[in-house]
T-cell receptor, first 114, second 112 residues
């Protein structure tokens, strides 16, 4: 049982390049989330999904796209990377129907855009 | 605008001291979670509080949810160096899209 995994762990991009971050969970969770973490700002929600085939915008969605084609995977795409997207990205999942709404986080992807 | 505020932002104390950190909002949440994050890792859930006025204890850590479900506190008794980390509170906004909002965190350093 691996929980939530993220690939890659580190990446350096040049401005204008594209990339996809992969999040996978093996807990059969309905809900999945993508956050970015910047110093002094906690975690900010980028996009999230409440089930396979559905996605929704979070607090800071501009410049990102997501897809949830399979229940266990949630992909975050950057079509044209900008230096402002330098951050640590975390994926999380939670299970539907449990009132405690506990989130399980992946280890993060550290992205630098030069 | 931060929906959840945390204070203090930084805290440095000696081992054995007690401390309290706060998480405040003007919004009501379905529940509130506290996480601890170590450098280079993802946040790890410590506790969830659901009912207004609820108090939960986890060894030397005591968590309280405000009566109006807008604020929370985390009290650590006799802090240890292993308590060092970033403490994050997160509010569940389950009636507004099944998502969460995080506070900016309190960075705690416990010195030997």
């Amino acid at each position: 049982n691996a929980g939530v995994t993220q690939t890659p762990k580190f990446r350096v991009l040049k401005t204008g390049q594209s990339m996809t971050l992969l999040c996978a969970q093996d807990m059969n969770h309905e809900y999945m989330y993508w956050y970015r973490q910047d110093p002094g700002m906690g975690l900010r929600l980028i996009h999230y999904s409440v089930g396979e085939g559905t996605t929704a915008k979070g607090e800071v969605p501009d410049g990102y796209n997501v897809s949830r084609l399979k229940k266990q995977n949630f992909l975050l795409g950057l079509e044209s990377a900008a230096p402002s997207q330098t951050s640590v990205y975390f994926c999380a999942s939670t299970i539907q129907g449990v009132r405690t709404y506990e989130q399980y986080f992946g280890p993060g992807t550290r992205l630098t855009v030069t | 605008t931060q929906l959840l505020e945390q204070s203090p932002q930084f805290l440095s104390i000696q081992e054995g001291e007690n401390l309290t950190v706060y998480c405040n909002s003007s919004s009501v949440f379905s529940s509130l979670q506290w996480y601890r994050q170590e450098p280079g890792e993802g946040p790890v859930l410590l506790v969830t509080v659901v009912t207004g006025g609820e108090v939960k204890k986890l060894k030397r850590l005591t968590f309280q949810f405000g009566d109006a479900r807008k604020d929370s506190s985390l009290h650590i008794t006799a802090a240890q160096t292993g308590d060092t980390g970033l403490y994050l509170c997160a509010g569940a906004r389950w009636n507004y899209g099944q998502n969460f909002v995080f506070g900016p965190g309190t960075r705690l350093s416990v010195l030997p």
